[in-house]
């Protein structure tokens, strides 16, 4: 099963989906703005990814900084910030036999096909 953590008005994760369905590879699309993960959820994605949670933020969006969120912020602060606030996560994500992988260049999901 794959999943693609989707955002229709990101041109990256549309590429991405895109570049899916070109491979016929036709994912479950999770609109993740509107089904914002659980906080279990963020973290599977961080060990998936093998990656910590200020990488998988996006700290140039606006509520990062209205959030007080900084280089200084615990763990804990910014998985309860990409739960609350899922804007923060980047994207897009793709998540094939329990591996992920983030489309940014969208070409570096097809790794996980291999």
């Not at 999770?30 to 998936?48: C, F, G, M, N, V």
């Not at 949670?53 to 959030?67: C, D, G």
């Not at 739960?83 to 969208?106: F, T, Y």
Request: glycine residues 2%; proline residues 7%.
């Amino acid at each position: 099963m794959t999943t693609i953590y989707h955002n229709p008005r990101c041109s990256k994760s549309r590429q991405t989906l895109q570049l899916l369905k070109e491979n016929n590879i036709h994912p479950e699309i999770r609109l993740y703005l509107q089904d914002a993960p659980s906080i279990e959820e963020i973290k599977t994605l961080l060990s998936q990814l093998s990656i910590t949670p200020l990488a998988l933020m996006r700290t140039k969006e606006a509520i990062y900084k209205e959030l007080g969120l900084n280089k200084d912020s615990t763990d804990e602060e910014r998985l309860q910030a990409m739960h609350a606030n899922p804007s923060l996560i980047e994207r897009p994500i793709v998540i094939h036999n329990d591996k992920a992988k983030i489309g940014r260049p969208p070409e570096d999901v097809l790794a996980l096909f291999e």
